[in-house]
């Protein structure tokens, strides 16, 4: 075996070191060890004050007594089935649209991720007037105009869910737009060309031709969706609070709630665990059905 030259490895992989070891240093710094904190974190009780004092399983024991938090976690699976495959069918349209390339599609390409870039609080803001659930609302005043009875949306354990799915969608539909705009120029062009001389119309073309090409579109999209839906926080805190009836307490509110609110920090790690697990599962069930190697042959 050859002695080591640390001068000549130095010479030659020193400028790698240089910017790989503060990566890793910020990687152990920020990232593993509060994974590693987090992960003691469930075996203890720790109210920020004082020092954290270990109760073994109790957490985890308790977590799966725990009507709330499999209510949340109920509420997190909803609003998901009413956000993910709605945003990707929307982003679709959308980019669809623009790849007709008609006049004015550029400025529409703008709009429609104009919300993308807006803060939420705003967006949130606007979402709760329009869906404001007394006469004032513009939803309502639409429905008074038209014959039909105000609703309480918001206020309404059975539709503020949704409502909040809604918001959702229309903050992110322009991202997903973007990545399946993206897919669509990937596509060799000779396909529709060769569909067009067989007589396919357009229809046919898209379900034969585009939607299969667009298989690796459609899994990444899956994949952040899912994510995105599984850490909503941010609208349930703006606009409900969680409520009505904790009809939109979703896994992540209700770890706020616990940790931040009520000081539980080990067993709103254990809940974080479990958020993390579940989305785990989920993109690997995804990973298997949606991401298969595409070829152009």
Same mark, same amino acid.
Request: proline share 4%.
């Given at each position: ?6 001068? #000549? ?14 990566? /890793? ?19 203890? %009780? ?5 020092? &954290?004092?270990?109760?073994? /399983? ?11 938090? +499999?209510?949340?976690? +109920? ?10 495959? &709605? ?14 390339? #008609?006049? =004015? *599609? =550029?400025?529409?390409?703008?709009? @429609?991720?104009? &919300?993308? !870039? *807006? ?9 709760? +007037? ?6 004032? =609302? ?11 009875? &105000? ?6 354990s059975r539709q503020a869910l949704m409502v909040l799915a809604g918001l959702s969608i229309f903050? !992110? ?29 357009? +229809? ?29 926080? %941010?609208?349930?805190? /703006? ?13 992540? @509110?209700?770890? @706020? ?12 790690? !254990? /809940? ?8 785990? !599962?989920?993109s690997i069930i995804q990973r298997k059905f949606l991401d298969n190697e595409l070829t152009y042959?």
């Amino acid at each position: 075996m050859k002695n080591f030259n640390f001068k #000549k490895h130095w010479s030659r992989y020193g400028i790698i070191y240089l910017f790989l070891v503060p990566v /890793l240093i910020h990687f152990c710094v920020f990232q593993l060890y509060p994974i590693l904190l987090s992960f003691y974190l469930t075996f203890t %009780d720790w109210p920020v004050i004082g020092e &954290p004092k270990f109760v073994g /399983l109790k957490n985890w024991m308790q977590f799966f007594s725990d009507r709330l938090a +499999w209510k949340a976690i +109920w509420n997190t699976v909803l609003f998901s089935l009413y956000y993910i495959l &709605p945003t990707m069918a929307l982003g679709l349209l959308l980019a669809l649209l623009i790849q007709t390339h #008609k006049k =004015g *599609t =550029g400025i529409f390409k703008g709009i @429609y991720f104009l &919300p993308v !870039v *807006t803060s939420f609080v705003v967006i949130s803001g606007i979402w709760a +007037w329009i869906f404001k659930g007394t006469e004032q =609302g513009f939803v309502n005043m639409f429905l008074t105009a038209v014959g039909l009875e &105000p609703q309480l949306f918001l206020s309404d354990s059975r539709q503020a869910l949704m409502v909040l799915a809604g918001l959702s969608i229309f903050k !992110v539909c322009g991202s997903t737009m973007i990545y399946y705009y993206a897919g669509l120029q990937s596509i060799p062009q000779e396909y529709y060309e060769a569909a067009k001389i067989d007589g396919a119309n357009s +229809w046919k073309t898209f379900w034969k031709i585009t939607f299969p090409l667009l298989l690796p579109i459609h899994f990444y999209v899956a994949v952040i969706t899912t994510i995105g839906s599984f850490q909503i926080f %941010d609208s349930a805190f /703006l606009l409900t609070s969680g409520g009505p009836d904790y009809a939109t307490t979703t896994i992540v @509110y209700y770890l @706020y709630q616990e940790g931040f609110a009520g000081l539980r920090l080990g067993y709103a790690s !254990v /809940l974080a665990y479990v958020l993390f697990f579940i989305i785990l !599962v989920i993109s690997i069930i995804q990973r298997k059905f949606l991401d298969n190697e595409l070829t152009y042959k």
